[in-house]
Nanobody, 117 residues
Framework: QAQLVESGGGLVQPGGSLRLSCTAS??????????MNWYRQAPGKGRELVAA????????MIADSVKGRFTISRDNHKGAVYLQMSMLKPEDTAVYYC????????WGQGTQVTVSS
């Protein structure tokens, strides 16, 4: 059974940092067959694409709203993708979802990030 599991969310003060991890398992194809995305959804808002990374990890996209503060990376040997978040702001508060796009599309269950003093 294909699965994406996010971890690393939590409560952090403004200006703080968090590193989200997303680990894949049970995929029918190799992990590097999939481009990986991080989305987020704040209360009452639609789902927003935050960051994306190509299959080999050499192409990345960071949304303007988080550019300069967030980075995305992946480790194909571990079947994992990461979102390093720094200089966090209250408006970054959301549920963050991992998404795999390739021979099929998969979503994780999400991890809550709350930025508050």
């Amino acid at each position: 059974q294909a699965q994406l599991v996010e971890s690393g969310g939590g409560l952090v003060q403004p200006g703080g940092s968090l590193r989200l991890s997303c680990t894949a398992s049970g995929f029918a194809h190799k992990f590097d067959s999939y481009a990986m995305n991080w989305y987020r959804q704040a209360p009452g808002k639609g789902r927003e694409l935050v960051a994306a990374i190509g299959r080999a990890g050499d192409n990345t996209m960071i949304a303007d709203s988080v550019k300069g503060r967030f980075t995305i990376s992946r480790d194909n040997h571990k079947g994992a993708v990461y979102l390093q978040m720094s200089m966090l702001k209250p408006e970054d508060t959301a549920v963050y979802y991992c998404n795999a796009v390739g021979p099929a599309s998969y979503w994780g269950q999400g991890t809550q990030v709350t930025v508050s003093s």
